[in-house]
């Protein structure tokens, strides 16, 4: 029996797949790293738990297995406290206690029936890698999107090359079975597969780099945040968007817009080329002739020539001198006006126009923190809008002489580890002692205000963290207290923040 708040907790999963990557540098749960169905990672387990509460799915061979390979590590709690505020360590548990305690008492455990396609499957695969168990299928079932509700697949399975992709395509097709491909995650009900088969491409995890030649060679299990991590090792950049999402679907799909898409482009800019399967089955090449154009413009919805197994993506070179300013801005128009101005110079590596719930939900740690913060940006200080940019000593310059007002990283780092005290009275006071006619942010990006500002908010990793939960503070004192974390660089390369978004579900 789950309990009903667990079941709660459980179903307001943000099928944010944050906990599938190593993004907080705690290390990567280890059920999830070593067995790759989304059923083993904390996402997926998540979903069990609400099957199990609701009697959808019986326990099974493989639920058992689930839940044995759980080691109660509790990184998971961290890892989605920091993107959403919910605690799953409770629902991990109360799962591995309620199959064990199921087992124990002699109960049965359900085998599910092979059947032609999965004996197939499984000869391409291997036994373990294709699978109708309902406690792996339920895990690709539905996402958080509203529009198409619980879709059971028949089967998932898991490649591990081009040459397995090829021989299933050529299963289902010969047996009439209807497939879609999988990256990390699912939103709006993109890839279902209702009483189909489910190629969920994590076991594909090759990156190779060539420096000499400024490209990445990347498989469809690798995720953003991997490749920019090596990537980063090596000196370099890649443009990439959610950390969690994998390149190959990304770049295949929406084309990947990021900050710093304003000087490395979209689309086909971000590869040199890519490798596919197709439909029935035979692999091609981008850059071959014939091969379709995938960003071509057109008015009719195009089918898709296949499933991507390996893409070229560009690497760039990352300077030593580079930073981050924010220009803040009273009203949408001129802050758009001032980004374009920028784009059309071809000045900065990154340039995007946020507003102050983006700001303020990114990098505050809680829902309320955030409210707050974003009420004192555009209050307090008078920020509707502001324009972000990135770029290389160079680049800033000229962002500096082209207006007098600039948020700095080290403001920047002041505000956000400040960020308890901007809800005090303190600094209420400070600003509404310095309204005048014109937007209160002009006089306080000023230098001079540095220090004041520095004593009214008294920033540290320390206070930043009285603002999580009491047990998890320990943790974010040392998080915050590692610079890169606070770096605007570093953060849009690695957005580790922007799925803060979804902490609202
Ligand atoms: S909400 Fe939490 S458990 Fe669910 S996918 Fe995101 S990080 Fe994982
Ligand atoms: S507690 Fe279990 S589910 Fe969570 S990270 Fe550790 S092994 Fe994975």
Known sequence: MIPKEISKIASHCRHCAMCKIDFLQTGLCSAGAQNHFVSYYPMGRMDIVHALAESQIPVTERLVDIAEACTLCGLCDKQCYFVTELRPMNVMEILKETVIAHVKAGKKIVRPESDLVLDRLREVVGERWATNDPAILTCYAHDTGIFTGVQTPNYVTMPLSREDVSSIIKICNKHQVSYVVRGNGSTEGLVYARDGLVIDMGRMKGIVLDKAKWFASVEPGVSAFELQKEAAKNGLRVNVAEPEALVCANLMTTGIISTFSASYGVGASNYVNAEFVSLDGESFHLNERGAPNLYACQTEQMPSPGICTR?????????????????????????????????????????????????????????????CIKRSFTEDLGIEYAVLVL??????????????????????????????NMAGEEWRDLLSGLKGNRPTYEIMVK????????????????????????????????LYARPEITNLIWLNMFRIVSPRMGRRK
Request: aromatic share 8%; no cysteine.
């Open 391 to 420: 770029g290389d000593r160079y680049a800033l310059q000229t962002v500096r002489s082209m207006t007098d007002h600039v948020i700095d990283s080290q403001l920047m780092r002041t505000l956000v580890l400040g960020m308890p």
């Open 447 to 478: 230098p001079e205000m540095q220090p004041l500002i520095e004593t009214v908010l008294n920033p540290s990793p320390e206070l930043f963290a009285q603002a999580v939960a009491p047990d998890l503070k320990e943790f974010f004192v040392k």
């Open 311 to 371: 893409a070229d993506v560009k690497v760039y070179a990352k300077m030593d001198d580079e930073d981050g300013i924010l220009i803040p801005f009273s009203g949408f128009r001129d802050a758009l006006v001032f980004a374009r101005e920028l784009g059309q110079r071809r000045i900065g590596i990154g340039v995007t126009v946020l507003n102050p719930e983006y700001m303020a939900t990114f990098v505050a740690p809680t829902r309320v923190l955030g409210e």
